[in-house]
T-cell receptor
Framework: DAGITQSPRHKVTETGTPVTLRCHQTENHRYMYWYRQDPGHGLRLIHY???????DKGEVSDGYSVSRSKTEDFLLTLESATSSQTSVYFC????????????FGPGTRLTVL | AQSVTQLGSHVSVSEGALVLLRCNYS??????LFWYVQYPNQGLQLLLK??????LVKGINGFEAEFKKSETSFHLTKPSAHMSDAAEYFC???????????FGTGTSLTVIP
């Protein structure tokens, strides 16, 4: 298995509070991604990074920000959590080459009350 | 833009029966195609992928998929279902250029004893 960890694995928070999710990899892959998974929607890309300090938006980026200060760490921040952000969040990594596989972390289940 | 359609959000088969999960894609260029499996409360694991070459691709756990360019399809099959195959299955298209993977909405497979 690819060396990807996510923390925390579960979190319950209240509306309006900031939340930061962490993804850590030991594979030295260039690309890192944050997805959310919701019933009926599959996986939707939030943000991705193609290098240290290099990030770009995905299809559902509103309300989320990211940072990547080291190759191995990719942080996802909800500045002011809302109930619509209750979801399961997955981090993924890849080398970014054509045909390369994405490898996924175990996920973080976030509940916003 | 690329997109992926998985026909049937829920599929039930009897143990020992053929498993067929359907995936169609739209892509303006030859695609890279993936099938992932997700067991409850886990991340996604790669089952198999098509990049170039042989159009029949064999994966783990006895699964295989055939790339049919004329039908823009990449259906997943397994001759004989096992109870352990019960999971969520996702089809995905990988990037030729750019960095985004596109996922279908998933198919939940139930195996009936």
């Amino acid at each position: 298995d690819a060396g990807i960890t996510q923390s925390p694995r579960h979190k319950v928070t209240e509306t309006g509070t900031p939340v930061t999710l962490r993804c850590h990899q030991t594979e030295n892959h260039r690309y890192m991604y944050w997805y959310r998974q919701d019933p009926g929607h599959g996986l939707r890309l939030i943000h991705y990074s193609y290098g240290v300090k290099d990030t770009d938006k995905g299809e559902v980026s509103d309300g989320y920000s990211v940072s990547r200060s080291k190759t191995e760490d990719f942080l996802l921040t909800l500045e002011s959590a809302t109930s619509s952000q209750t979801s399961v969040y997955f981090c993924a990594i890849s080398d970014g080459l054509a045909g390369d596989t994405q490898y996924f972390g175990p996920g973080t289940r976030l509940t916003v009350l | 833009a690329q997109s992926v359609t998985q026909l049937g959000s829920h599929v039930s088969v009897s143990e020992g029966a053929l498993v067929l999960l359907r995936c169609n894609y739209s892509s303006s260029v030859p695609p890279y195609l993936f099938w992932y499996v997700q067991y409850p409360n886990q991340g996604l694991q790669l089952l198999l992928k098509y990049t170039t070459g042989a159009t029949l691709v064999k994966g783990i756990n006895g699964f295989e998929a055939e790339f049919k360019k004329s039908e823009t399809s990449f259906h997943l099959t397994k001759p004989s279902a096992h109870m352990s195959d019960a999971a969520e299955y996702f089809c995905a298209v990988g990037p030729n250029t750019g960095n985004q993977f596109y996922f279908g909405t998933g198919t939940s497979l139930t195996v009936i004893p």
